[in-house]
């Protein structure tokens, strides 16, 4: 059995590509070997910038054999299709979120996985980073007694004024909640443990929007999903949180507030991996800053996470259940708003295992050579 570094395959080379290639790029348990695109050429130019030595189609990367897992960074509505030719061609997948389209197409993909012993993972990753597994410890430890109620908010005018090619952000599997919506709702799993019930609201600001930057600048093009929406979410810990996700606010901001009964605590944005922690007990007037420890290397840890685990036979904390879980409540969401009612995911969960405290993605820890 091969114990060396596993090697990668990264399947999607957009703009998102660049900040996986960089982060696994540095990390001595992964081993990049191909990146593949629907445009060779692009495939080509992040190959060449990251010293990876195969690029062309995602045939070409799933046809090379030490490639043990395929990194799927293409837009949802191909992720399904891309990680079920991975499992088929007998490799682990990690993707990008959400896992797919549907709950009951990534209910499929993970039955394949199981009946092949392979594993599925997923982002959001950054649950993992310094920011988000500080404020665990800081729940863990009792700083603001038994957590009670969230309320987390991401709101601004969307991603077209600088994403060079936006519209897939506005169709099926994207909007603020199935884009931004993961990063929150992990975080929140996290915390409180899987969410057992869900009301909703949901608007659409603009039928159309227009590219803001880039060779497309100027183009319009259509908005098929919510860019409002309002959450109420029950915890299975008996916690709640009161969550928004907007495209549509000329003001920007990021909010993640955690209310104990003992006082409340201010999380670092989940969208990252780093940032401020800072506790306000109650009765006190001012804010404490918390310590803020471990990576904020970028994505990619959730790769590294279950590259380990494939040499180490353990579980991997970003995984395709985690994901599913998340899928279905985002759905549950939209369902409740169109429907008018609450509305239930199908599946429970339990919080993923907090990293260890000396978890280190810069040292290798998987033994180079040998079988």
């Known amino acids: 059995m091969n114990r060396g570094p596993v090697g990668v395959a990264v399947v999607g080379a957009g703009v998102i590509s660049k900040q996986y290639l960089s982060t696994l790029s540095r990390f001595p348990d992964v081993r990049l070997l191909a990146v593949a695109d629907l445009d060779p050429s692009r495939a080509l130019a992040a190959a060449r910038a990251y010293d990876v030595p195969v690029s062309g189609d995602l045939a070409t990367a799933l046809s090379v054999p030490e490639v043990e897992l395929v990194v799927n960074l293409t837009v949802p509505a191909a992720h399904g299709q891309v990680a079920t030719a991975a499992l088929r ?77 936006p519209a897939f952000l506005y169709q099926q599997g994207a909007g603020p909640l199935f884009d931004l919506g993961p990063n929150y709702l992990t975080a929140l799993v996290a915390l409180f443990g899987g969410v057992t019930r869900v009301g909703a609201t949901a608007t ?39 969550s928004t996700f907007s495209f549509d606010s000329a003001l920007p901001r990021v909010q993640f507030d955690i209310t104990g009964t003992e006082g409340m605590l201010s999380v670092p944005d989940p969208s990252a991996f780093g940032g401020p922690l800072r506790v306000r007990a109650n009765g006190a007037k001012s804010w404490r800053e918390l ?47 169109a ?10 969960i339990l919080p993923p295992a907090p990293l260890p405290a000396d978890w280190d993605p810069t040292v290798a820890t998987l033994v180079r050579g040998g079988s």
């Open 89 to 165: 061609a007998g490799k682990h997948v990690y993707g990008e979120k959400p896992i797919t389209l549907t709950p009951s197409e990534a209910e499929k993909l993970l039955a394949e996985a199981s009946e092949r012993a392979l594993l599925v993972g997923n982002a959001p990753d950054t649950f993992l980073g310094a920011g988000l597994q500080s404020a665990l410890r800081a729940v863990q430890a009792g700083h603001i007694g038994t957590p009670v109620a969230a309320t987390t908010v991401t709101q601004g005018l969307g991603p077209e004024s600088w994403h060079p090619d």
């Open 204 to 242: 659409r600001a603009r039928l159309e929007r227009t590219v803001g930057s880039g060779p497309k600048a100027g183009q319009t093009f259509p908005v098929t999903v919510p860019t409002h929406v309002c959450a109420l979410l029950e915890f299975a810990s008996g916690a709640t949180s009161n």
């Open 291 to 337: 310590p803020v420890t471990g990576r904020t290397d970028g994505r990619g840890l959730g790769v590294l996470d279950m590259a380990r685990a494939i040499r180490g036979g353990w579980p991997h904390r970003a995984s395709g259940t985690l994901a599913l879980h998340v899928l279905q409540t985002m759905t549950a969401v939209d369902e409740s708003a």
């Open 339 to 348: 429907r008018g009612e609450f509305s239930t995911p199908a599946s429970r």
